[in-house]
Nanobody, 124 residues
Framework: QVQLVESGGGLVQAGDSLRLSCAASGRTFSRYVMYWFRQAPGKEREFVATISQNGYTTAYVDSAKGRFTVSRDNAKNTVYLQMNSLKPEDAAVYLC?????????????????WGTGTLVTVSS
């Protein structure tokens, strides 16, 4: 069992940066591939980024490439999402998720565990 808790969301202006964190409980964090998804009002949940168990492999949705960076600290049971040059279209609830399987572009259906999300609002 893994429990995930996101933090770091907030209201920012376009062009600003935010760093999201996702803290995991349990001793098995390093066994899981970690994912970030986002969901805007009225839209489907969208894959944003993923990072492998050892942190060596990452992947991003095209709209996040060059602006977002996913990282993890297995000693702290935490995964991060550094978001730079934020745009109004990045506004959403951001959720982290865990799966033992690596998908370079994941479906929400493939996740074993979910956090409840943190809200990111970007004003223009």
């Amino acid at each position: 069992q893994v429990q995930l808790v996101e933090s770091g969301g907030g209201l920012v202006q376009a062009g600003d940066s935010l760093r999201l964190s996702c803290a995991a409980s349990g001793r098995t964090f390093s066994r899981y591939v970690m994912y970030w998804f986002r969901q805007a009002p009225g839209k489907e949940r969208e894959f944003v980024a993923t990072i492998s168990q050892n942190g060596y492999t990452t992947a991003y949705v095209d709209s996040a490439k060059g602006r977002f960076t996913v990282s993890r600290d297995n000693a702290k049971n935490t995964v991060y999402l550094q978001m730079n040059s934020l745009k109004p279209e990045d506004a959403a609830v951001y959720l982290c998720a865990a799966s033992p399987v690596y998908y370079s572009s994941a479906s929400p259906r493939g996740m074993d565990y979910w956090g409840t999300g943190t809200l990111v609002t970007v004003s223009s």
